[in-house]
Nanobody, 121 residues
Framework: VQLQASGGGLVQPGGSLRLSCVHSGFSLGRGVIGWFRQAPGKEREGVSCIDGRDSSPYYADSFQGRFTIYKDNAKNTVYLQMNNLKPEDTAIYYC???????????????WGQGTLVTVSS
């Protein structure tokens, strides 16, 4: 299983970014892909997750309404659309594959390398 996260960058407060997680060797139809983030000096925290079996999206409370997760099966890609970004959203964002959606990172089997999102004016 390989996961490749991309799409990070520098954006001003209030701006938007779309992160991509391309997966291979993994059947999303039998599992989930979650997005987590880790800011300097902080623990990794769950952001969003999509269940590939029924496309159900899940969001941690802090991101409901600002972030949207969706998938493109033809491209083996899961996207995280992030709107109204705030400086506190600055972090490295990781995608992980697993069996079920959870905010516990230990339950994910494989991880991408991460993509850096910086929100600053």
């Amino acid at each position: 299983v390989q996961l490749q996260a991309s799409g990070g960058g520098l954006v001003q407060p209030g701006g938007s970014l779309r992160l991509s997680c391309v997966h291979s060797g993994f059947s999303l139809g039998r599992g989930v892909i979650g997005w987590f983030r880790q800011a300097p000096g902080k623990e990794r925290e769950g952001v969003s997750c999509i269940d590939g079996r029924d496309s159900s999206p899940y969001y941690a409370d802090s991101f409901q309404g600002r972030f949207t997760i969706y998938k493109d099966n033809a491209k083996n890609t899961v996207y995280l659309q992030m709107n109204n970004l705030k400086p506190e959203d600055t972090a490295i964002y990781y995608c992980g594959s697993g069996i079920g959606c959870s905010w516990r990172s230990a339950l994910y089997d494989h991880w991408g390398q991460g993509t850096l999102v910086t929100v600053s004016s």
